[in-house]
């Protein structure tokens, strides 16, 4: 059974970089087909897609947030990380990593393995 | 602002039937993944390609016209009640979009 587990501090300073790392177990992020996402939900408010990976290091991003994110995969550690550069307090939120289908053919896409997400506060 | 267009409540009574949408002009030509999240937790997918994954019951299912798609719960019980959110691509369909979720109460 496939599990992901967001790892990563819980506070950070303003205009400084949020830093998270998702392991996978159960499963190989080299599994071909799949990307391996980042999605984050402020508090009290709805989901919102940050940028996916692609094991080869293919990577695509929310154009919102697109000038400060970074997504990096390891295959030698089965993980895969989220940079996000020059927080601010709108930034707070949980932050979930998933495993991310996209099937072009169907014109689908959706993420059908979740971690349990880890609350990143921006705050002095 | 999101391309994904959901109602913010919807109410049903216990055992009845229920249609959440979702709306967006990228739904002409892709298909809506659903979640559900319970509070605490994290979005459980309930629905892609209007097919249910292993494990979910199957008074969930899902249909799409035009630029709507909908999730519905035939039956419902009072642990269906928790909040929905759709997922697809954006219209040039190269990007991810979710719905602004849509808060399901079980009467």
Do not use: M
């Not at chain 2, 959901?6 to 055992?15: C, F, I, N, T, Y």
């Amino acid at each position: 059974q496939l599990q992901l587990q967001e790892s990563g501090p819980g506070l950070v300073k303003p205009s400084e970089t949020l830093s998270l790392t998702c392991a996978v177990s159960g499963g190989s992020i080299s599994s071909s087909n799949y990307y391996w996402g980042w999605v984050r939900q402020p508090p009290g408010k709805g989901l919102e897609w940050i940028g996916s990976v692609y094991d080869r290091g293919h990577t695509y991003q929310n154009p919102s947030l697109k000038s400060r994110v970074t997504i990096s995969v390891d295959t030698s550690k089965n993980q895969f990380s989220l940079r996000l550069s020059s927080v601010t307090a709108a930034d707070t939120a949980v932050y979930y990593c998933a495993r991310h289908l996209v099937n072009v053919e169907k014109s689908s896409t959706f993420f059908d393995s979740w971690g349990q997400g880890t609350l990143v506060t921006v705050s002095s | 602002s999101s391309e994904l267009t959901q109602d913010p409540a919807v109410s049903v009574a216990l055992g009845q039937t229920v249609r959440i949408t979702c709306q967006g002009d990228s739904l002409r030509n892709n298909y809506a993944s659903w979640y559900q999240q319970k509070p605490g937790q994290a979005p459980v997918l309930v629905i892609y390609e209007n097919n249910r994954p292993s494990g979910i019951p199957d008074r969930f299912s899902g249909s799409s016209s035009r630029n709507t798609a909908s999730l519905i719960i035939t039956g419902a019980q009072a642990q269906d009640e928790a909040d929905y959110y759709c997922n697809s691509r954006d219209s040039s369909g190269n990007l991810v979009v979710f719905g602004g979720g849509t808060k399901l109460t079980v009467l």
